[in-house]
């Protein structure tokens, strides 16, 4: 309160006019203080929530903390039966399904931001940009149902065996397609991380003042050559912002992921064998663990899962914030 | 402005409060007796409206989890607790056996017909990806005859802690040594190959989605989707469909042994007879011996009695076994001695 | 000199042509996504569909009554629990966030924005469902509710940025108290942008299974007893989808248009009422 300029002495009070038909209630401090205090009351929810959050799965995960340490992370035997937990095919899937997923999503998504903010005829770009943020608005869980009944069956007819015929000997194409794989989930998830990226991009290019890409028109640049050289170079910070914002919006995705992935604990570098993923595994496994150590590893899972999340949002954010500051960019998408 | 809808949600949530009184009872647990388990309460809601209950087919592993932190009623599973897990719950526990069933190979091979013959070494070695096509020669010498294809296994099991699992590692245990040393048996175990299904749903949509994939899921879900039982090499040597009457054989060794004083936690599978299936087991609800509740105790144990008599008719026409006759007066002494507050709730359950 | 210019121009329709063409697939992803529902879901639509409950596995016919109303009731009661809470905490950034407070709940607002709605569900379910000895609609809408709350403060705070200084200052000068000014004037006159945060706040939650089946699990029952475990249409839609049965895809998809006509519902009014507030600038 002390930092409000227009904040008038308790002196002149009496010269405070009154609102016809409605005498004010309250003093005037005594309700600017009610005020700010029930706010910062609400606002203290979410701090807390975190903190409690952090707390629940650090005190849930302590048991398994303590029997497996670090290397939780790096070790790969899933054994419930021999009471041994290593998560790395989890962490393997998360992060491999998200890459695969960015590789698909990133361009579609830049080439839709750039389309609308620098190409598109005017009465097109609000409902594209319309169209492409309904696709944040389908559910997990219909993406999973049509990635089962439409995209696997797609993949398994049209997309593999070609694929096999011509990249079979790689590494990254190997054994046999089961239907339920990496390449679905990364494909499922490119589809609904496009959206975000897309709105977030579009909002950084659009603050990228004018007079850049005019002055490389001025010097005789082609329009591709003054987005390419001079406008996207200046959104760089935040168009990465982006991207990572969807990344962080993949790492957690859980339903449609656990539909088609296969929830495999396994680590391939093929993107045609089932995998697994931290959120699938939770969603499978958390509220069936039988011993207390697989409840406990399940906790670590998901603290792992977390502190993964957290860090790449929190990355997201500053990138953007350091292009558009302040404001709550992304946020809105649906 | 923004606070007069809310108030009217407020209403409307206080209006639909229950007229009248009706117990309201949660379980949770093994999909294995899903199918049974659905067409009982739906039969028993009709005729029963003092009671409501609802059944959530999560798996076993979650059916003895969520039972010991006390967040249902009553759980159901077809891995019997293990004593330690017992233990931890003080002991408070009664495995009340409902059915019968059988775990069976089921596959998706369009082509193939007639039902396919399985070794168990065939079954172990397959679910630990040593044989990998459907051509192999020792699969296609139990199946003289019929014409495989040279398409890959697709092994597939699941996903959540499950009873179905736990029987089914429990008999490649029995007839794998290898089995036993690598794998082991329980709810969720180490899989060396395949692909995760959520419940005895999520395996059975899986292989029937799934060109060239195994998978094990009780009976009835086979029978349900029209998808293949195999049949399965006893220890007798015979090739055994499972059936009513083969599920049943089953359980003839394990029934001769059992007294009253059995705690129903008894594993049937490799079991000896000419006639029986290997690879079947009983599947049972968890209820505990003391209820705080005296209303939801009365309900639940009338429920219970309900399902082990007038219920068991159900089974045969589902893909199940009814339980032997044998054990109906041991499950009502079980059922007799649940308390809540102390007293005996068997009197208010009215029947 | 030409030739390099003309390959330059060639080079910027190729490139022109290209992002297009990025555009249009990704509209055509949602074109099929919603093709598919309509062409899969739309037969199954009728009036057992609306009005009855699922019957027992492996039988035919049956609806998803209970589902539907049990999304209301679920998502309703995260409403009441998370707008006053966003709300609040998005007029506290607004007014009060310039300090080091505000950072703080601003920066924590966008990490749990971020935060996979798996780990909400752990959560709530060590938080409710284990302490209060069962699974219950009210658990589930505890935690749809924390996942609202950032996502509305965050808009909040930017629609309540939006609102013209000068108009503030104007109150403070006729003597409004702060409060007042905040709320009778600047709250106010931001409240078309407020209620569309809220919408889409509202449409995001609306269609989450993932902290549902820990904390409401599910009800084959008609139910609106808030202490009971109820069902809903993602999680009606999750069994469906993933178990074997023709007669479950069948209904899963037509939950699907449901669920999905629902949630563009709000997300359309949302827009609308962006849209009559700030024009067609966005």
Redesign the interface.
């Given at each position: 309160m002390t930092t409000l300029p227009i904040e008038p002495p308790a002196a002149t009070q009496p010269a405070r006019p009154v609102t016809p038909g409605r005498p004010a209630l309250l003093g005037r401090n005594t309700g600017d203080r009610l005020y700010r205090a029930t706010l910062t009351a609400l606002a203290l929810v979410l701090p807390l929530l975190l903190v409690t959050l952090l707390a629940e799965l650090v005190v849930g995960a302590w048991p398994a903390i303590k029997r497996f340490g670090v290397p939780f992370v790096w070790t790969s035997v899933w054994d419930p039966v021999a009471g041994v937990f290593g998560a790395a095919p989890m962490i393997f899937g998360t992060l491999a399904s998200s890459l695969l997923a960015l590789l698909i999503a990133v361009p579609l998504a830049l080439g839709v931001a750039i389309y609308l903010t620098e190409f598109s005829p005017k009465w097109l770009r609000q409902p594209i940009a319309f169209l492409v943020e309904l696709l944040a608005a389908i559910p997990s869980v219909v993406y999973g149902l049509w990635g089962i009944f439409v995209l696997i069956p797609f993949l398994r007819g049209y997309v593999v065996p070609p694929l096999r015929a011509v990249l079979g000997w790689t590494p990254l194409f190997s054994g046999v397609f089961y239907g339920n794989s990496l390449l679905a989930g990364g494909i499922i998830l490119a589809i609904m991380i496009v959206p975000y990226i897309a709105a977030v991009s579009r909002e950084v290019l659009l603050a990228v003042p004018s007079s850049q890409r005019e002055a490389a028109l001025g010097m005789g640049a082609t329009r591709w050559e003054a987005v390419w050289t001079a406008v996207v170079p200046y959104g760089r910070a935040g168009l990465i912002g982006a991207v990572i914002l969807g990344l962080g919006r993949a790492l957690g995705e859980t339903m449609a992921v656990t539909m088609v992935i296969g929830n495999r604990h396994d680590i391939s570098l093929s993107v045609l064998q089932p995998a697994y993923t931290m959120a699938a595994a939770i969603a499978n496994e958390f509220s069936e663990a039988v011993t207390d150590l697989h409840l406990a590893a399940m906790f670590e899972v998901g603290l792992v899962l977390f502190v993964i999340t957290v860090i790449v949002n929190a990355c997201a954010r500053l990138l953007i914030w350091r292009v558009a500051r302040g404001t709550a960019v992304g946020s809105r998408a649906l | 402005m923004t606070k007069s809808p809310l108030i009217a949600v407020a209403a409307a949530l206080a209006l639909a409060a229950p007229a009248r009184a009706q117990v309201k009872l949660n379980g949770a647990g093994a999909t294995f007796p899903n199918i049974i388990y659905q067409d009982w309460i739906l039969t028993y809601n009709q005729s029963h409206s003092d009671a409501q209950l609802n059944y959530q087919s999560i798996g076993s592993g979650g059916g003895i989890r969520q039972f010991s932190e006390g967040t249902v009623d009553f759980g159901a599973t077809d891995a019997p607790m293990k004593d330690s897990a017992i233990a931890a719950i003080n002991g408070n526990v009664l495995h009340i056996p409902t059915v019968m069933g059988g775990d069976v190979p089921t596959y998706n091979l369009p082509d193939v017909k007639g039902t396919l013959k399985f070794t168990p070494d065939v079954l172990a070695d397959i679910f630990l990806g040593h044989i990998t096509k459907w051509s192999d020669a020792r699969i296609a010498s139990a199946n003289a005859g019929v014409k495989l294809p040279d398409a890959d296994i697709v092994v597939v099991h699941r996903s959540d802690g499950s009873g179905t699992t736990f029987i089914w590692t429990d008999y490649l245990s029995k007839v794998s040594p290898e089995w036993e040393q690598k794998v082991g048996r329980g709810p969720s175990v180490n899989w060396p190959v395949g692909l995760g299904g959520k419940g005895n749903e999520g395996v059975t949509a899986t292989v029937k989605q799934t060109p060239g994939a195994i998978g094990y899921v009780e009976l009835g879900y086979a029978m349900a989707n029209q998808l293949p039982a195999g049949s399965v090499r006893n220890k007798a040597g015979k090739f055994v469909a499972a059936s009513l009457e083969s599920i049943t054989a089953a359980a003839a060794g394990a029934m001769k042994e059992m007294g009253p004083n059995t705690d129903f936690r008894v594993s049937i599978t490799n079991p000896d007879g000419d006639a029986a299936y290997p690879v079947a087991s009983f599947t049972w609800f968890l209820l505990r011996k003391q209820y705080d509740d005296a209303a939801k105790a009365a309900a639940l144990v009338k429920f219970v009695w309900w399902a082990e008599t007038q219920g068991q008719s159900r089974a045969a026409p589902l893909g199940y076994a009814p339980l032997p006759k044998q054990l109906g007066p041991w499950i009502e002494v079980r059922l007799k001695s649940i308390t809540a507050g102390g007293k005996s709730v068997w009197t208010t359950a009215a029947r | 000199m030409s030739g390099r210019s003309l390959r330059?121009?060639v080079?910027?329709?190729l490139?022109?042509g290209?992002?297009?063409?990025?555009?249009f697939?990704?509209?055509l992803?949602?074109v099929?996504?919603l093709g598919?529902?309509i062409a899969?879901g739309a037969s199954s639509l009728n009036w057992d569909f609306f009005t009855k409950n699922p019957?027992?596995?492996?039988q035919t016919g049956g609806g998803v009554a209970n589902a539907i109303v049990g999304t209301g009731?679920i998502v309703?009661?995260a409403?009441?629990f998370g707008?006053?809470?966003g709300?609040?905490?998005g007029?506290?950034?607004a007014?009060?966030g310039?300090g080091r407070?505000g950072w703080?709940?601003r920066?924590?607002?966008?990490?749990?924005?971020?935060?996979?709605?798996?780990?909400?569900?752990?959560?709530a379910?060590?938080?409710l469902?284990?302490p209060m000895?069962?699974?219950s609609a009210l658990a589930g809408s505890a935690a749809l509710a924390?996942l609202m709350?950032?996502?509305i403060?965050?808009?909040t705070?930017?629609m309540v940025r939006l609102v013209p200084h000068s108009l503030r200052?104007a109150a403070?000068?006729?003597?409004?108290?702060?409060?007042?000014t905040?709320?009778r004037v600047v709250a106010r006159t931001a409240?078309a942008g407020?209620?569309t945060?809220?919408l889409?706040g509202v449409?995001?939650i609306?269609?989450?299974?993932?902290p549902l089946?820990?904390t409401a699990?599910?009800?084959?029952?008609f139910?609106?007893?808030?202490t009971?475990?109820m069902q809903t249409l993602?999680?009606q839609?999750?069994?469906y989808?993933?178990?074997?049965?023709e007669e479950w895809?069948r209904l899963?998809?037509a939950s699907?248009l449901v669920?999905?006509g629902l949630?563009?519902l709000l997300?359309v009014t949302a827009?609308w009422a962006i849209r009559q507030r700030h024009g067609?600038a966005r």
């Open positions: - | - | 330059r121009h080079t910027s329709g490139m022109t290209l992002v297009a063409a990025l555009s697939t990704a509209v992803a949602l099929l996504i598919d529902l899969k019957v027992p596995t492996g009731v309703g009661l409403a009441l707008l006053p809470v709300v609040g905490t007029l506290y950034l007014e009060y310039s407070l703080v709940v920066f924590v607002a966008d990490v749990l924005n971020g935060t996979p709605s798996i780990v909400i569900g752990i959560f379910w060590t938080w469902v284990r000895k069962g699974y924390a709350v950032p996502m403060a965050r808009t705070e930017e200052e403070l000068a006729l003597g409004y108290p702060r409060w007042r905040s709320l409240l407020i209620v945060g809220c889409v449409a995001r609306a269609g989450e299974t993932a089946i820990f699990l599910g009800n084959q029952n139910t609106t007893n808030i009971q475990p993602p999680h839609i999750y069994e989808a993933t178990g074997p049965f895809h899963a998809w699907a669920l999905m949630v563009l997300g827009r067609a």
